[in-house]
């Protein structure tokens, strides 16, 4: 329950967004100090049944398709070659977070070479850059982005028998080692959170790359460091046409609090545990057609501790391919299909997945009575093999605005 | 919003009244000068907090350029509207001119020269349209039946806006570089000219044109 505080807040946000919005006149985001600063945002409501499988959930408290959120971004012009950019969010006018904030550099105008520092925006995948919900043309995220598996950042099972107890149950865990207090799980990418640190992007057409050093992992950004290490990750494109882009991407850091570290025994201790990431992405588009594609390989490594013990690394696959028709002007139709799976492990029941794979269909249409005004609504099946719910049905609906 | 409502009204002409047809002469002219001298938007999209980095080069769109036209143009100006042909490029991720003027009936082409994508659709009620994404090289085209405003822009950037003021008549001009116009062959008779710019009327001035034909000259500051 939020606090009285935290609604204030949220509420006082709410009002200077719409006030600006209004202010804006529609057609151009609000521009002060000569277009020296400007904002934008958005205010999106999405309402649908308890989500009682958790599904949607990308934290024990939030999901995507119960979520009032107010977005307010600003970009504000140094110099020629500089930026800062900001992003501040509140969602269920809980207190507002800063979602990212960093320092862009251009050194060279006429070279497509750009420095960017600070809470950025990832260079792994696609998905996580398509960060307003005007350019989702769906109310949800994808699985591989925000589905909660059953691993924790700072905390671990001893026994693989702990850790698929848990199947299905990834909005919930709890552990033996480390924080003795339930916590959700990790997602094999994070949509909802930006990391710390530095990247760079160089561009010749068609190719485009991409590196970041940064201070946690694709599934738990961070701000401040918790455990020493740091990720590098990075994503290679190439788009011949407009109408084609292909990206690779890499990622490898430590996942491991330091916390969860120090809870293990010799000589688990002593090693480090990463998470390791391959990424591919696809899009095609051409008149009233956009298809998106994306593939993320996810390698966690665990301690081997009691027995059965998890001597296996952890992998998950999550794949989403997407469609978006315009039917008629400001008229679109949408679908995804996805899977989420999970590599096996030894306990001592045999073999088992170490979460509950997951499938997910969803259609929905989109219609933009105004330049400013998008509503969605969607119908989205989910299978699990595993929990306490397996199947769900949802219906869901979205109200945005943005200026 | 209103003074684009009061705009589109202005643009929508009372051929109801059914008026007696009236002989076509040469007629006046109608010339002068609009000076903007309010600041224009800045033609930047949304605050790009995703991007890798900096945005190439853009074309600031010229939103000095004004449509001065005749409110209540004579009744016969509706008999026989000359369709014609007008183009909005899209160059340097901006639409070219940022105003066009046409009369009903006419075809504006859309070619795309840039290097990427752009997705031009309207939603406005005069016309509605998406003509989807093309690349480079390639057109569409679109009729535009109704008088109206029509407002233009790209699914893709969001900073991409541009006007289709489509009249049922012809008096109206679009001014140049300098901000000069001139409508032609305006039968004699009080009016009352508008200027339009950036979105909205923002100027209204009474003109006489007399038989004799002289120019008449009727300059215009706007704020």
Redesign the interface.
């Known amino acids: 329950m939020p606090s009285r505080r935290s609604v204030v807040k949220g509420v006082t946000v709410a009002v200077a967004v719409c006030l600006a919005a209004a202010g804006a006149?529609?057609?151009?985001?609000l521009?002060l100090l000569g277009?020296r600063l400007?904002?934008?945002g958005e205010v999106s409501g999405t309402i649908a049944p308890e989500d009682e499988g958790y599904f949607n959930y990308s934290d024990y408290e939030v999901s995507s398709l119960r979520l009032f959120r107010i977005d307010l971004?600003?970009?504000a012009r140094l110099a020629r070659?500089a930026?800062v950019?900001?992003?501040v969010r509140t969602d269920n006018l809980h207190e507002p977070r800063v979602y990212?904030l960093y320092l862009?550099l251009?050194p060279w105008e006429k070279r497509?070479?750009?420095l960017?520092a600070g809470l950025v925006?990832p260079?792994f995948g696609a998905f996580?850059?398509?960060?307003?919900a005007y350019d989702n043309p769906l109310p949800s995220l994808p699985l591989a982005y925000q589905y909660l598996t059953d691993l924790r950042e700072d905390a671990v099972p001893a026994r693989a028998e702990e850790l698929v107890a848990q199947r299905g149950r990834g909005w919930l865990v709890r552990y033996p080692i480390g924080s003795p207090e339930a916590g959700p799980g990790l997602p094999l990418v994070s949509g909802e959170k930006w990391d710390t640190g530095v990247?760079l992007?160089l561009?010749a057409?068609p190719w485009s790359l991409?590196l970041a050093l940064t201070q946690g992992t694709l599934a738990y950004p961070l701000v401040r460091d918790d455990n020493g290490g740091k990720q590098a990750s990075g994503r290679l494109a190439w788009s011949p046409?407009?109408?084609v882009a292909v990206g690779v991407s890499a990622a490898t850091g430590e996942f491991l609090s330091r916390q969860a570290q120090a809870a293990l025994p010799d000589p688990a201790r002593a090693a480090t545990r990463r998470q390791d990431a391959l990424g591919l992405d696809l899009e095609w588009?051409?008149?009233?057609w956009i298809l998106r594609a994306e593939a993320v390989w996810s390698r966690w490594n665990l301690p081997a501790i009691d027995a059965t013990r998890i001597e296996d690394p952890l992998d998950a696959l999550g794949f989403y391919a997407e469609a978006r028709y315009?039917l008629?002007?400001?008229l679109h139709l949408a679908g995804r299909a996805e899977r989420l799976a999970f590599s096996e492990l030894a306990t001592v029941a045999g073999r088992r997945t170490w979460d509950a794979p997951v499938t997910r269909v969803e259609a929905g249409a989109g219609w933009?009575?105004?330049?400013h005004v998008l509503l969605k609504a969607s119908w989205q099946h989910n299978w699990r093999d595993g929990g306490r719910v397996r199947e769900s049905d949802l219906v869901a609906g979205q109200v945005l605005l943005?200026? | 919003?209103v003074l684009i409502t009061a705009l589109a009204a202005a643009l929508l002409p009372a051929v109801t009244l059914s008026p007696a047809p009236e002989p076509r002469s040469p007629g006046g002219t109608i010339r002068g000068r609009v000076e903007v001298r309010r600041e224009g938007?800045?033609?930047?999209?949304?605050?790009?907090?995703?991007?890798?980095?900096?945005h190439g080069p853009r074309v600031v769109p010229d939103r000095r350029r004004s449509v001065v036209y005749l409110e209540a143009p004579p009744p016969a100006a509706f008999e026989a509207p000359l369709p014609g042909r007008g183009v909005l490029y899209q160059k340097n991720e901006a639409f070219v001119p940022f105003v066009l003027a046409v009369t009903v009936g006419s075809t504006v082409d859309f070619p795309n020269s840039d290097?990427?994508?752009h997705n031009v659709?309207?939603?406005s009620k005069a016309k509605?349209?998406?003509l989807?994404?093309?690349?480079?090289g390639q057109s569409r085209s679109v009729r535009f039946d109704q008088p109206g405003v029509v407002?233009v822009?790209c699914e893709i950037h969001?900073?991409m806006?541009a006007f289709i003021l489509v009249f049922a008549h012809r008096y109206f001009a679009t001014t140049d570089a300098e901000g000069r116009y001139r409508i032609e062959g305006v039968p004699p008779g009080d009016y009352t000219l508008a200027v339009w710019n950036d979105?909205a009327v923002r100027a209204r001035r009474e003109v006489r044109v007399g038989a004799s034909g002289d120019a008449v000259e009727l300059d215009f500051a706007v704020e």
Do not use: C, N
């Not at chain 1, 996580?128 to 307003?132: E, K, T, V």
């Not at chain 2, 989807?132 to 480079?136: D, E, L, N, Q, T």
């Open positions: 006149g529609a057609d151009e985001p521009s277009g400007r904002l934008g971004a600003a970009e070659f930026s950019l900001l992003d990212a862009r251009r497509e070479v750009d960017q925006p260079v996580p850059r398509r960060r307003y990247e992007r561009g057409r991409a046409s407009p109408a588009s051409a008149g009233y315009k008629l002007p400001g933009t009575p105004r330049r943005w200026f | 919003m938007g800045s033609g930047e999209g949304r605050p790009a907090v995703a991007e890798l980095g900096h290097r990427i994508y659709f309207s939603l509605r349209f998406d989807g994404r093309y690349p480079r407002r822009f969001s900073h806006s979105g």
